[in-house]
């Protein structure tokens, strides 16, 4: 543990959702304080129930001992109030991926939170350097990008800002270790390292559909099968949602200018209709109860 990890003692997590409470959990299983912020009550509860069942699932498992999951669930305040977060060392934001609101939080969050803290933003498509120039705070501003499900997931891609200073960049390599991390430094480039390389398959595999090459089954069992991947690219992006595959090709896209990134219009034309995978019950595959590809 490096030094500079000694100054967070507690973290705050903006947003409940999925990657948000998946965040906030690792954080507080690490040890941390936790601050768990969402505008609206029912988002917060949503958020700390999907807490108390991943740890409770483990401690059902016997991968977890019940004392030590009732003590992470007891680290992590929820609360709706943005000035809950003005004492927090470190604050991970984990919001709708919309360049306005994240703008406005960051302001907000510029006047609230105490001089010295570091902020990390988890999106994994908005220019970081973008979002730091919202806030007085360029240098101790940087991306922290987990991957769902994040209690799972080893991966942190951490990027930098044009101005992110070096120690911000260590403590923030501290806190991922700590939390079982694999921190991987990355420079602020459209879609960073994994969507720049991860959506350009996905969007391949969704052509060879539109053209008829083969079925997404059959394109996921070649992907699986002949490269090892332990899900096919369709099957994947019906799991991240195909709304939110559409909208970080458009910012490859428009970021890069480059016709290589356009994407498929089979995946336009089910995000208009409102097969979004997973969520939806409906995309390359439909969906029965828990998320289970239907036959």
Known sequence: MGAADMHVKKIGVLGAGQ??????????????????????????????????????????????????????IARVHGTTDLKALADCDL???????????????WQELDAIVKPGAVFATNTSSIPITLLAAQTKRRAKFLGM???????????????????????????????GAKMGKTVVEVNDYPGFVSNRVLMPMINEAIFAVHEGVATAKAVDDVMKLGMNHPMGPLELADFIGLDTCLAILDVL???????????????????????LGRKSGKGFYE???????GV
């Open 19 to 72: 990657m948000g409470h998946g965040i906030a959990q690792v954080a507080a299983q690490s040890g941390y304080d936790v601050v768990l912020r969402d505008v609206e009550q029912r988002f917060v509860d949503k958020g700390l129930d999907g807490i108390r069942r991943n740890l409770g699932r483990q401690v059902e498992k016997g991968k977890l001992a019940k004392d030590v999951a009732d003590a992470a």
């Open 91 to 105: 604050v991970v934001e984990a919001i709708v991926e919309d360049l306005d609101i994240k703008k406005k939080v």
């Open 145 to 175: 990008h987990f991957f769902n499900p994040v209690p799972v997931m080893k991966l942190v891609e951490l990027i930098r800002g044009v101005e992110t200073d070096a120690a911000t960049v260590q403590l923030v390599t501290d806190v």
């Open 253 to 275: 896209y428009e970021g890069f200018k480059d016709p290589k990134y356009r994407p498929c219009p089979l995946l336009v034309k089910k995000v208009q209709a409102g097969h």
């Open 287 to 293: 969906y029965g109860g828990e998320g289970k590809i």
